[in-house]
Nanobody, 124 residues
Framework: EVHLMESGGGTVQAGGSLRLSCAAPGNTYISHCVGWFRRAPGKEREGVAVIDDDYRTIYADSVKGRFTLSKDYEDNTLYLQMTSLKPEDTAMYYC??????????????????WGQGTQVTVSS
C-alpha cells in the first residue's frame, strides 16, 4: 500500500503561483504512475496532470502552459508548479498513484492510492 501526503496549498491572488508537493513517507518508491487531480465545490474530481505508464506527462487542457508536473526520484516526491493561477483553479487538490494505469490517464478510476488533499484558493 502507498500512503500519500500532499502539502503546499494556500490562498493566493489571481496571477500568483503555488507549488504543491506529494510525498510517500515510508515508501521506497512513490509509484510509477502518479498525478494530480482536483475537485472544485459542486464539481466532479478531474485530472490535472499525470505521468502515465510510458513516462509521458499529460495535462488537462485547462492547465496547459500554466502548470508543470515533476517527479523527484531522489526524494521520492511529486511536485505541481502552478503559475498564472485563476479563480477557477480553486479546488481541493489530490495526489494519486498506482503501479500502472487502470483506465485512461486523467480518469480518477485509473488510480488506487490517494492522498487526503490540500486546498488551493485563488482570489480575484
Amino acid at each position: 500500500e502507498v500512503h500519500l501526503m500532499e502539502s503546499g496549498g494556500g490562498t493566493v491572488q489571481a496571477g500568483g503561483s503555488l507549488r504543491l508537493s506529494c510525498a510517500a513517507p515510508g515508501n521506497t518508491y512513490i509509484s510509477h504512475c502518479v498525478g494530480w487531480f482536483r475537485r472544485a465545490p459542486g464539481k466532479e474530481r478531474e485530472g490535472v496532470a499525470v505521468i502515465d505508464d510510458d513516462y509521458r506527462t499529460i495535462y488537462a487542457d485547462s492547465v496547459k502552459g500554466r502548470f508543470t508536473l515533476s517527479k523527484d526520484y531522489e526524494d521520492n516526491t511529486l511536485y505541481l508548479q502552478m503559475t498564472s493561477l485563476k479563480p477557477e483553479d480553486t479546488a481541493m487538490y489530490y495526489c494519486a498513484a498506482d503501479s500502472h494505469l487502470r483506465s485512461s490517464p486523467l480518469s480518477e478510476s485509473a488510480y488506487t492510492y490517494w492522498g487526503q488533499g490540500t486546498q488551493v484558493t485563488v482570489s480575484s
